[in-house]
């Protein structure tokens, strides 16, 4: 899981969280103590929701609520195992519920009229048994595929052609474009809780530190990306739910990732030769709860969309560069090493 790989854990500790909290030999507790209870003690010692608003709290409070459900091949609505990707969503989770209760919230407040704003997995599309028993029939071990949902309409020319298009990454801030798929993809934001910052004061007139300072609220600030750039995204795990999160109806498989990626590498570069390439799993990072210098701006995003498992390439222009256009690649047939599921024929 990619979730919480570098930053501290939230429990306060200082430590990892994969040095943390996924092993609770390392945390200092009493012997029988509940899970939950544990958790809500730690968040108390560390309080970083306090300064949130109660909009930036309902929402995040989403945030982690979606990531925690699951499609399975039953097609009912689960979650997480609580000894895999589910402990650390069980953590940030309790943490909200006990700011709510630090708050002096009564249930179900402030969340009670907001439930329909969750996005909940579509477990009822035409097509989702079919797509669970084609992909069983591929027999693909889990790392070794790389897959592209969308409509049938463009991978089926991108299956028979190799038609792919290549996009900006300031074009997914699109407003009209799909919540699972809209992103500020040219800057990351974090903030810092005031008891983790001290803030230094200058003389204007003489330069001289005037000493320290603890800010009123979290601190605030983004990263930027000193350039527009081209990005391709895909997804490394095979998930039922992103059929209905991204609004499609078919999915590309593609069974020899090494092949697919060095002909879309190449075929790029035929037409913008200097620019630098480059390809990794996505990075997702809570913004409460990260180092500025543990997160890429080009591999990091919000862990709102850390259900999407993605893998990208990104593409850096020679030269920093506002506005770029979508770059089409014909890559000849790619039904060698991909396939196509479609939900409904």
């Not at 299956?159 to 290549?166: A, S």
């Not at 991909?338 to 024929?345: G, H, K, S, T, Y």
Request: proline share 5%; glycine share 4%.
């Amino acid at each position: 899981m990619k979730v919480g790989r570098n930053e501290l854990c939230p429990c306060g500790s200082g430590r990892k969280y994969k040095k943390c909290c996924d092993n609770e030999r390392n945390v200092q507790s009493p012997r029988f103590i509940k899970r939950h209870d544990l958790w809500r003690r730690q968040y108390r010692s560390r309080r970083y929701l306090e300064h949130l608003s109660e909009e930036d709290l309902i929402t995040r409070f989403n945030d982690v609520f979606t990531n925690q459900l699951l499609l399975n091949e039953q097609l009912k609505i689960s979650f997480h195992s609580i000894n895999e990707e589910g402990e650390y969503w069980m953590i940030v989770f309790t943490h909200i519920l006990e700011e709510f209760v630090l708050r002096g919230y009564k249930h179900p407040e402030p969340i009670g009229k907001r439930f329909e704003e969750i996005q909940i997995p579509k477990y009822d599309l035409e097509g989702l048994p079919k797509a669970v028993e084609s992909f069983k029939k591929m027999n693909l071990v889990q790392g070794k595929f790389l897959l592209k949902y969308g409509k049938y309409l463009y991978l089926q020319s991108c299956l028979e052609e190799g038609k792919i298009r290549v996009m900006p990454a300031s074009s997914y801030e699109d407003p009209s474009l799909n919540p699972a798929i809209r992103d500020a993809e040219l800057e990351v934001k974090i903030a810092g809780i005031p008891s983790e910052i001290n803030m230094e004061v200058f003389d204007s007139k003489t330069g001289q530190s005037k000493g320290f300072i603890t800010p009123t609220g979290n601190v605030n600030y983004t990263l930027k990306s000193r350039t527009n750039y081209y990005v391709y995204c895909l997804a490394d795990i095979y998930s039922l739910r992103m059929y209905g999160d991204f609004e499609a109806d078919c999915c590309l498989v593609i069974k020899d990732p090494d092949k697919f990626l060095q002909k879309v590498i190449e075929g790029f570069n035929t037409q913008l030769p200097n620019y630098k390439v480059a390809l990794n799993t996505v990075n997702y990072f809570d913004p409460l709860n990260a180092k500025a210098n543990n997160v890429d701006v080009y591999f990091s995003k919000h862990f709102r969309y850390s259900y999407q498992k993605e893998f990208r390439v990104i593409w850096l222009p020679p030269e920093p560069a506002t506005k770029l256009e979508p770059v089409f690649l014909e890559l000849g047939n790619l039904a060698e090493f991909c396939e196509i599921i479609r939900l409904v024929d």
